[in-house]
């Protein structure tokens, strides 16, 4: 049975204690945010961590951050300008990208427990992978709840016996990167995922939810290396290299480090997507950049097909939901050891 999150309300927020209250997020978005279930789940699960404090506003035109949490002590927030709150679907994105990086940064999380490995090993690629990684997650969470408003936005149209309005017709086809929608920004981001899904699909049972899901988030983070940050306007490429040496000035070059991780013991033949997808997807995420591209390629060359991915959707959202819940009910959390990190959007 499906489990829904209690509505984001125009009270809730402009409670005094409400930590999203420095935004104005218009009645429009409010009524768009309430259309997707992982959306209004991060926002609650936001609200309620001890690990974070109010959002604040980021003085810099279109910038966005999450400032990860050190400790309840010094605990993670949003930061992010008031321009991304200009339109319903900017509200949306901003939110989803942000609350993605909070998902898997707080404490014992799965970016948070990789960044503060990569420290304690001194292991510079690590590090520089969790910080491309988090993007990667960021990227997934705001495809997921694209997805689920443009469900719920054909859903709604079919209970009430009527054709998509021109405006849901023209997000579907951005959202979903329809025609030139499919080169760039939202609508890549949507066909690298589905991709992914499709490359499942061909292959029932060689893939778990959890598989394509990390999959995705993988080829996510590779796309978006070349793309710039909203603050430093570095390329992440460029951010993560920097960042990973601030950290970690003494340690090996992470490109040292991860050619020699990514060179085979033995010569082995590349695996086929259609007789084994899982070791394909294995070989493929553990590539060097040309090697990842080109089976990057091949997995696109595949025939279509989408349940995969919804049913991945559905699946990741219950399994956020319950761990939402199992927060919510600790009474206590080991602190956080790693130094704070801002990622920037």
């Not at 209690?6 to 420095?22: G, H, P, Q, V, Y």
């Not at 910080?131 to 990667?136: F, I, Q, R, Y």
């Not at 603050?231 to 050619?259: I, W």
Request: charged share 25%.
């Amino acid at each position: 049975m499906s489990t829904f999150t209690t509505a984001i309300t125009a009270e809730w927020l402009a409670d005094k204690t409400n930590k999203f209250k420095a935004y104005n997020i218009s009645p429009d978005a409010l009524a768009m945010i309430n259309r997707s279930e992982a959306l209004k789940a991060d926002m609650r699960a936001y609200a309620a961590s001890d690990y974070t404090v109010a959002a604040k506003v980021n003085p810099k035109t279109d910038a966005g951050e999450y400032s990860t949490p050190m400790s309840k002590d010094i605990p993670g927030y949003l930061h992010i300008a008031s321009s991304r709150f200009n339109t319903p679907e900017g509200t949306v994105s901003i939110l989803a990208h942000e609350l993605g990086h909070f998902r898997v940064e707080e404490p014992n999380a799965a970016i948070a427990t990789v960044r503060a490995n990569a420290l304690t090993e001194k292991d510079k690629a690590a590090y520089e992978s969790a910080c491309h990684l988090t993007e990667g997650y960021a990227h997934y969470n705001e495809v997921k709840v694209r997805e689920e408003i443009l469900e719920t936005n054909r859903l709604a149209a079919e209970l009430e016996q009527r054709p998509l309005t021109e405006q849901e017709v023209q997000l579907e086809s951005r959202w979903r990167g329809e025609g030139v929608h499919g080169s760039r920004g939202e609508g890549q981001d949507h066909l690298i995922a589905q991709r992914i899904a499709d490359a499942a699909r061909e292959e029932p049972g060689h893939m778990t939810v959890a598989q394509v899901m990390e999959a995705a988030v993988f080829e996510l983070a590779q796309n978006n290396r070349g793309n710039v940050t909203s603050n430093t306007r570095q390329t992440y490429g460029q951010f993560c290299e920097v960042e990973a040496s601030r950290m970690l000035p003494g340690a090996a070059p992470a490109g040292a480090m991860g050619e020699a991780q990514r060179t085979p013991q033995t010569p082995s033949k590349e695996p086929s997507p259609t007789d084994d997808l899982s070791a394909f997807l294995d070989r493929m995420l553990s590539a060097d950049d040309a090697t990842f591209r080109r089976m990057q390629q091949t997995l696109a060359d595949l025939p279509p097909g989408r349940e995969v991915i919804a049913e991945g959707i559905a699946e990741v959202n219950r399994q956020e939901q319950w761990v939402a819940q199992q927060q919510a009910q600790a009474q206590q959390q080991p602190a956080m050891n790693a130094p704070v990190m801002v990622m920037r959007h």
